[in-house]
């Protein structure tokens, strides 16, 4: 799992640093510019522009950024296999959201409280 936040972290890196809005609270621009980033890599992923990342869009990204050669054990396939959650074989937009979430903050209606 480390090496697939790492994979993360390096899709992030890549992108460029521009995005994103300003003259806002500081959390907010950062969640807003995280949220920029995603959105513009995923377009830059999605090759034929039909709103889905397959295996082979991630396949030629990986070898024309290079990434393979920076990875030891994780590859880009892994966004498939851990964050295709319908199992249909595409990321669409809203699992790729997903996929990056840990690295912005989540809405507090998705938090709840249980008593066990």
């Not at 521009?18 to 907010?28: E, H």
């Not at 050669?69 to 498939?80: I, K, N, Y």
């Not at 912005?104 to 008593?115: A, D, F």
Request: hydrophobic residues 30%.
């Amino acid at each position: 799992m480390s090496e697939y936040n790492r994979l993360k972290s390096m899709l992030l890196n890549i992108q460029p640093q521009g995005l994103g809005g300003d003259g806002q609270p500081s959390q907010q621009r950062d969640m807003e510019h995280k949220r920029a980033l995603v959105d513009h890599m995923f377009k830059y992923l999605d090759v034929d522009q039909d709103g889905r990342l397959g295996s082979d869009e991630l396949q030629k990204i990986s070898m024309k950024e290079h990434l393979e050669d920076s990875l030891l054990e994780c590859t880009m396939q892994d966004l498939l296999r851990y964050d295709d959650y319908n199992n249909d074989g595409h990321l669409t937009l809203h699992e790729f959201y997903t996929a990056f979430r840990p690295l912005s903050r989540l809405p507090t209606c998705w938090l709840s409280r249980m008593t066990v």
